[in-house]
């Protein structure tokens, strides 16, 4: 379908030659001779691109180009500008004019122009279609997790990234709540906008105020310029709020205002300024605790938990321990290169039976671990996991499996050979003083259990 164009001009000989021309150029065209018949034309639709002079009779360009970026703001527009306005131009541009172009100018300058508006307009739809699919693709992608406590979580976030309501994020260290206040933000409507994060536990309590709401130049000694807060960056984005158990409880009113008005006064400053932001909260404390205990404001409290998701530890869905050992195993493989790397069934149960008290970052770090030190090995074994977790083994498997007492034992003296050979990076000498045997007794063992 032919793109359709309307041109205000009011100099006749030039709004018939660049309509002749543009139509020869295979647009579809409409012409106005001043600005309030282009005003209505605008107002009707149906365009794709608007040329429109600067000085025109009855309404001038730049009302023309407020019209148009109220009614039609996908429409482009380039403004004429007479004996290169710059500065008209400049300001045209900033009011959201797509490009100008100064008179006189030949026919081919034109069709550059419009054509550059074209393809532009051809790239803004592909990004919005990528962002699209990126977001479908990477929504859940990088948590991991089936067990129904996770689903609960996904469905939750599902249900609020389309909305604006706060989210409270509950769960123990290394449970993932940060994973899943990026999946809220980039799930939302807000994705293309900027998400700015705050680690209430890492600021101290003195700059807190600066870094939340920005301050004037000279409102306290050293601001030798005005910044703006991270409440104002986050505008029309999504602020996640991390501890927000620790936020100093001095501050607590102010945010809580902002919270309710949407407005902040940078600091020395006395202009409100209106924000849109969505506020993500995450704590691993318990936030009724600390109100009790009179840390934080309950009504700061009852204004961020209006939708809690909370992410159980991972001793309580235990059933996630092999979706996540499968998850981290193909990642840490594909990030250090090593594609036919494999894990022994011991290294394996070893980890599926450990307790994590550090969550999910624990057995993400151990697996990590695991695959830079098997290094020179084609198989991750149980020495090339943190000695707790193998160590485990001897308690467990080495225990558990009905072994008869001689068998317990072997089982635990091959797991302790193991390990000194691997803390030793595989020097005899020094595992054999370290298990307190000889070299001999030591490379005798080795062969009998068929160590490598
Ligand atoms: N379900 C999951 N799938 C994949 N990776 C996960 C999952 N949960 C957590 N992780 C990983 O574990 C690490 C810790 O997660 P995250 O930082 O989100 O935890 P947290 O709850 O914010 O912890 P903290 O309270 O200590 O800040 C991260 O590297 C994260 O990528
Ligand atoms: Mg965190």
New binding site residues.
């Given amino acids: 379908m032919k793109k359709h164009l309307l041109v205000i001009e009011d100099d006749p000989i030039m709004r018939l030659g660049m309509s002749h021309f543009l139509t020869y150029q295979g647009y579809k065209l409409t012409v106005c001779a001043d600005g309030g018949e282009g005003l209505d034309a605008v107002a009707r639709g149906g365009f794709e691109l608007i040329i429109t002079d600067l000085k025109l009779p009855l309404h001038d360009g730049f009302e023309i180009l407020e019209r148009a970026r109220a009614v039609a703001p996908a429409a482009g527009v380039i403004i004429i500008t007479a004996y290169a306005d710059v500065k008209s131009a400049v300001h045209a541009i900033k009011s959201g004019a797509f490009d100008y172009i100064a008179k006189p100018f030949s026919n081919e300058e034109l069709l550059i122009t419009v054509e550059r508006f074209f393809n532009f307009q051809k790239l803004e739809e592909e990004v919005t279609i990528l962002k699209e699919a990126l977001r479908d693709k990477t929504g859940f992608d ?4 089936e067990s129904p406590a996770m689903r609960v979580v996904f469905d939750r976030i599902s249900v609020v990234a389309g909305t604006d309501v706060p989210v409270l994020i509950l ?1 123990e ?7 899943v206040a990026n999946a809220v933000h980039r799930m939302s409507k807000r994705s293309a906008k900027p998400f700015i994060k705050i680690n209430c536990a890492a600021i101290p309590d003195t700059l807190f105020e600066s870094e939340l709401f920005g301050y004037e130049k000279g409102a306290f000694t050293g601001a030798a310029e005005t910044r703006k807060g991270k409440l104002e960056f986050a505008d029309g984005g999504s602020i996640f709020f ?1 501890e927000i158990g620790d936020i100093p409880l001095s501050l607590q009113p102010r945010l809580l205002r902002v919270l309710e008005d949407g407005m902040i006064t940078r600091l020395g400053g006395n202009v409100p300024i209106r924000v849109s932001v969505r506020g993500i909260y ?1 704590t ?1 404390k318990d936030l009724r605790e600390a109100i009790a205990s009179g840390t934080f404001r309950e009504d700061l409290f009852y204004r961020i938990n209006v939708v809690p998701i909370s992410i159980p530890p991972l001793r309580d869905r235990r059933e996630d321990i092999p979706c ?1 050992i499968d ?1 981290f195993l193909k990642h840490f493989k594909e990030r250090y290169d090593r594609p036919e790397l494999t894990m022994s069934r011991s290294a394996y149960e070893a980890l599926l039976s450990f307790n994590y008290v550090g969550n ?2 624990e057995l ?1 770090h151990a697996v990590e671990r695991a695959v830079v030190l098997s290094k020179n090995s084609a198989t991750i074994e149980c020495v090339h996991l943190p000695e707790e977790i193998a160590g485990k083994m001897i308690s467990g498997p080495c225990a558990r499996k009905n072994l008869s007492l001689e068998e317990s034992v072997r089982c635990f003296e091959k797991h302790r050979i193991l390990t000194a050979l691997n803390e030793t990076h595989g020097k005899k000498i020094d595992a054999a003083r370290k298990l307190g045997i000889s070299r001999k007794v030591l490379w005798k063992k080795i062969k009998e259990y068929r160590i490598e």
């Avoid at 990088?142 to 997790?145: F, L, N, R, S, Y």
């Fill in positions: 990088e948590i991991a997790g769960g260290s290394g449970t993932g709540k940060e994973l991390d995450a691993s996540l998850y999910v970052r993400k």
